[in-house]
């Protein structure tokens, strides 16, 4: 069965304090993983998409990574407007083209 | 990425009353879905919008409790019918544009019945 995990659900960093997010993926086929943001009572806002293990992507403070296994969200330095609930999603490759599979999230905290 | 925008944005509807949530696209989009966001959960799509014909719905959802209408490849429309409390969620529509399948989603619909 095609599952993402994302750990921890919820993260509290203060300022300028860096690490990572974390999604795990069990998929018969990746066709694209899938970052978003989200922001309390708003739909999700692309970030990232990744299509094959090794690749990399960046946006400002924010890098993704994949592995065959899993996929990274790194923060660098986060300002409290980073804070956010932050969405992974992965499109198996042997079923319709849209088909999105949905992580549960991780709340992020900075505090100034 | 395409211009989304839904209306009602929030809105607290009464016990066994319906809504209808509209969805309006700024450009021409083959596939439109319609997800829900439960408070605390992530999101679970509830059908694909077809234009001219009839929704493509999930497992556990039905046409009778989501009717949708896609009249057109810019316009869709999403009725949360019958409403109870545990209906109470975001609702959101969504397109598929872009390069590799990426889904983009509108501002959402939070819905509150009591």
């Known amino acids: 069965e095609d599952q993402v995990t994302q750990s921890p659900e919820a993260l509290r960093l203060q300022e300028g304090e860096s690490s990572s997010l974390n999604c795990s993926y069990t998929v018969s086929g990746l066709r694209g993983l899938f970052w978003y943001r989200q922001d309390p009572g708003k739909g999700p806002e692309f970030l990232f998409t990744l299509y094959s293990a090794g690749e990399e992507k960046e946006k400002e403070r924010l890098k993704a990574t994949l592995t065959k296994k899993e996929s990274f969200l790194h923060i660098t330095a986060p300002k409290p407007e980073d804070s956010a609930t932050y969405l992974c999603a992965v499109q198996p490759r042997n079923t319709g083209g849209f088909k999105t599979i949905f992580g549960a999230g991780t709340r992020l905290f900075v505090k100034a | 990425s395409a211009v989304i925008s839904q209306k009602p944005s929030r809105d607290i509807c009464q016990r066994g009353t319906s809504l209808t949530i509209q969805c309006q696209v700024d450009?021409?989009?083959?596939?439109m879905f319609w997800y829900r966001q439960q408070p605390g959960q992530s999101l679970t799509l509830i059908a694909t919008a077809n234009q001219g014909s009839e929704a493509t719905y999930e497992s556990g959802f039905v046409i009778d409790k989501f009717p949708i209408s896609r009249p057109n490849l810019t316009f869709s429309t999403l009725t949360v019918s019958n409403m109870s409390p545990e209906d109470s969620s975001i609702y959101l529509c969504?397109?598929?544009?872009?390069?590799?399948?990426?889904?983009?989603f509108g501002e959402g619909s939070w819905l509150t019945v009591v």
């Open positions: 450009s021409q989009v083959t596939m």
């Open positions: 969504s397109v598929g544009a872009g390069a590799g399948n990426t889904i983009y």
